[in-house]
Nanobody, 123 residues
Framework: QVQLVESGGGLAEAGDSLTLTCAASGGTFSSYAMGWFRQAPGNEREVVARISPNGITTYYGDTVQGRFTISRDNAKNTVYLRMTSLKPEDTAVYSC????????????????WGQGTQVTVSS
């Protein structure tokens, strides 16, 4: 059983940067591909970024490509999402997830989910 806890959300202005952190416990973190997802009210869950278990392979959603960076530190059981050039449309609840399949994360299929952290970007 893996527990995921996100932190780092909050209020930001357009153009600002934020870094989200997802801390994992209770499992073999380095075995899991990790993903960041977001969901705004009335919208479907969106895949923001995915990273392979060893951190070498990353994928990004089209709306964040070039602005967001996913990374992980397996020694600290932590995955990060560095968000730059924030836009009001980035406002959402951001959640991290762990999956044994990097491919499955593309479809928001995961074994474990965090509770989410709110990011609000004002114009």
């Amino acid at each position: 059983q893996v527990q995921l806890v996100e932190s780092g959300g909050g209020l930001a202005e357009a153009g600002d940067s934020l870094t989200l952190t997802c801390a994992a416990s209770g499992g073999t973190f380095s075995s899991y591909a990790m993903g960041w997802f977001r969901q705004a009210p009335g919208n479907e869950r969106e895949v923001v970024a995915r990273i392979s278990p060893n951190g070498i392979t990353t994928y990004y959603g089209d709306t964040v490509q070039g602005r967001f960076t996913i990374s992980r530190d397996n020694a600290k059981n932590t995955v990060y999402l560095r968000m730059t050039s924030l836009k009001p449309e980035d406002t959402a609840v951001y959640s991290c997830a762990a999956s044994l399949s990097l491919f499955d994360l593309r479809f928001a299929r995961a074994q474990y989910w965090g509770q989410g952290t709110q990011v609000t970007v004002s114009s």
